[in-house]
């Protein structure tokens, strides 16, 4: 028997701790005896019911976990080694990690790197490895720290907080925006050089603006991606891999066809393993974790459905760590 956040929906949604017997879990992959889990955006969403997020009930939740293999039908991974799990499905159309005991695809798997802990890989979780791959997508476009300040919207967030940190850590002037008044202070010790309110994003805008961003991280989506994308500069980049504001683009082609600006799509659910087995590699060596701790809160798996509920109101800031034992 394990202890697991199960979601149901006889009629009527419902998230609860459960206590589940080892033989309902899927039928094939790899099992894991979970060490720490995490709550993602995505998560929260499910745990509240205020997004399409599971597609099938009932339904384990939890997209991320670190934990040790016990069984496997993959050659890739054996018994006894640390795993990092994101995505690749879990949580949405099979169970997922927000428990003591997963048996989850192959594919969603990486091995945890040397000198990162399972407790940090958590802290990171989907958010901090989605972050990690929109970095990269800027880098790979070109954009080094003397070209100009990059802009983070969402900042609070799991992906804006350790986007801040990242960024600043390889020597960019770090722009970002908040919503939250007492925030500036919190992003500043991460490393932002300036911090900006979301308003003047947030609303409708023209379709090209003041030149200002050489690259942008988005997490956010809509009107504040759309004004993201009119202020780039010439030949600047903005890397999206969120909708927290919105899934829509109320946006125009000018900035592509006018100043060559390029958007990027981050998918973190699917992202093929050498691609997610780089971007964790490059976050053991990048990230400092006393800065992480301090973006960081430990609950335990009852504590679950009430971080989900702050996460949608927006009362939350940095990461939650899932200690599925606690």
Same mark, same amino acid.
């Given at each position: #028997?394990?202890? @697991?956040?199960?979601?149901?929906?006889?009629?009527?949604? /419902?998230?609860?701790?459960?206590?589940?017997?080892?033989? %309902?879990?899927?039928?094939?992959?790899?099992?894991?005896?979970?060490? $720490?889990?995490?709550? *993602?955006?995505?998560? @929260?969403?499910?745990?509240?019911?205020?997004?399409?997020?599971?597609?099938?009930?009932?339904?384990?939740?939890?997209?991320d976990?670190?934990?040790? !293999?016990?069984?496997?039908?993959?050659?890739?991974?054996?018994?006894?080694?640390?795993?990092?799990? *994101?995505?690749?499905?879990?949580?949405?159309?099979?169970?997922?990690?927000? @428990?003591?005991?997963? +048996?989850?695809?192959?594919?969603?798997?990486?091995?945890?790197?040397?000198?990162?802990?399972?407790?940090?890989?958590?802290?990171?979780?989907?958010?901090?490895?989605? @972050? #990690?791959?929109?970095?990269?997508?800027?880098?790979?476009?070109?954009?080094?720290?003397?070209?100009?300040?990059?802009?983070?919207?969402?900042?609070?967030?799991?992906?804006?907080?350790?986007?801040? #940190?990242l960024?600043?850590?390889l020597?960019?002037?770090?722009?970002? =925006?908040?919503?939250?008044?007492?925030?500036? &202070? $919190?992003?500043?010790?991460?490393?932002?050089a300036?911090?900006?309110? +979301?308003?003047?994003?947030?609303?409708?805008?023209?379709?090209?603006? /003041?030149?200002?961003?050489?690259?942008? !991280? &988005?997490?956010?989506?809509?009107?504040?991606?759309a *004004?993201a994308?009119?202020?780039?500069?010439?030949?600047?980049?903005?890397?999206?891999?969120?909708?927290?504001?919105? #899934?829509d683009?109320?946006?125009?082609?000018?900035?592509?066809?006018? %100043?060559? =600006?390029?958007?990027?799509? =981050?998918?973190?659910? $699917?992202?093929?393993?050498?691609? +997610?087995?780089?971007?964790?590699?490059?976050?053991?060596?990048?990230? &400092?974790?006393?800065?992480?701790?301090?973006?960081?809160?430990?609950?335990?798996?009852?504590?679950?459905?009430?971080?989900?509920?702050?996460?949608?109101?927006?009362?939350? +800031?940095?990461?939650?760590?899932?200690d =599925? *034992?606690r």
């Amino acid at each position: #028997m394990f202890k @697991a956040v199960y979601l149901t929906r006889d009629g009527e949604f /419902k998230a609860q701790l459960a206590e589940l017997d080892e033989a %309902r879990l899927p039928a094939s992959g790899v099992t894991l005896r979970v060490d $720490y889990s995490t709550l *993602n955006y995505k998560d @929260a969403l499910a745990l509240t019911d205020s997004g399409p997020v599971v597609r099938q009930f009932p339904m384990v939740a939890g997209v991320d976990a670190v934990g040790t !293999v016990l069984e496997s039908d993959s050659l890739d991974f054996a018994p006894g080694e640390k795993v990092i799990l *994101n995505g690749w499905g879990c949580g949405e159309t099979t169970w997922g990690a927000l @428990a003591q005991r997963a +048996r989850v695809p192959a594919e969603g798997l990486v091995r945890l790197p040397s000198g990162l802990s399972a407790h940090d890989a958590m802290a990171l979780g989907t958010a901090g490895y989605t @972050a #990690m791959l929109c970095v990269q997508a800027l880098k790979k476009h070109g954009l080094t720290p003397g070209v100009g300040p990059v802009l983070v919207t969402g900042a609070t967030g799991g992906v804006g907080s350790v986007a801040v #940190m990242l960024l600043a850590k390889l020597g960019f002037e770090v722009v970002a =925006v908040t919503g939250k008044v007492d925030a500036a &202070d $919190y992003l500043r010790t991460l490393g932002a050089a300036e911090v900006i309110d +979301r308003t003047g994003l947030s609303g409708a805008g023209k379709p090209l603006q /003041k030149e200002r961003w050489a690259g942008v !991280v &988005d997490s956010v989506g809509s009107h504040v991606l759309a *004004n993201a994308c009119a202020q780039v500069r010439r030949d600047g980049a903005v890397a999206a891999c969120g909708l927290a504001g919105g #899934m829509d683009f109320p946006a125009t082609v000018a900035p592509f066809i006018l %100043r060559g =600006v390029t958007l990027y799509g =981050v998918d973190s659910v $699917y992202a093929p393993r050498a691609q +997610r087995q780089e971007a964790w590699d490059l976050l053991a060596g990048l990230i &400092d974790p006393a800065l992480l701790a301090s973006a960081s809160t430990e609950i335990g798996l009852a504590d679950t459905f009430g971080a989900a509920a702050d996460i949608i109101a927006g009362r939350h +800031r940095g990461r939650f760590i899932v200690d =599925v *034992n606690r």
